[in-house]
């Protein structure tokens, strides 16, 4: 199935393709890591964060200098 994840910051809907029932795993409190190990780690920050992998990067940036 695809999902829509609205960034917080930016507002622009991203879509991911996950299976139903590792969504509902998720949902129930399973690991992002475990629950969908076929998505990328941008992927999986979008689940957890709802920051897009352009706003992660613009507001992390300077962290890593």
């Known amino acids: 199935m695809v999902i829509l994840i609205r960034c917080i910051i930016c507002k622009e809907p991203q879509s991911i393709s996950v299976d139903e029932d590792d969504l509902k795993d998720y949902q129930k409190g399973k690991k992002v890591q475990h629950a969908f190990p076929y998505l990328?780690?941008?992927?999986?920050?979008?689940?957890?964060?709802?920051?897009?992998?352009?706003?992660?990067?613009e507001i992390f940036d300077d962290c890593e200098e």
């Open 40 to 57: 990328n780690a941008e992927q999986r920050e979008l689940f957890i964060t709802q920051y897009c992998y352009k706003c992660w990067d």
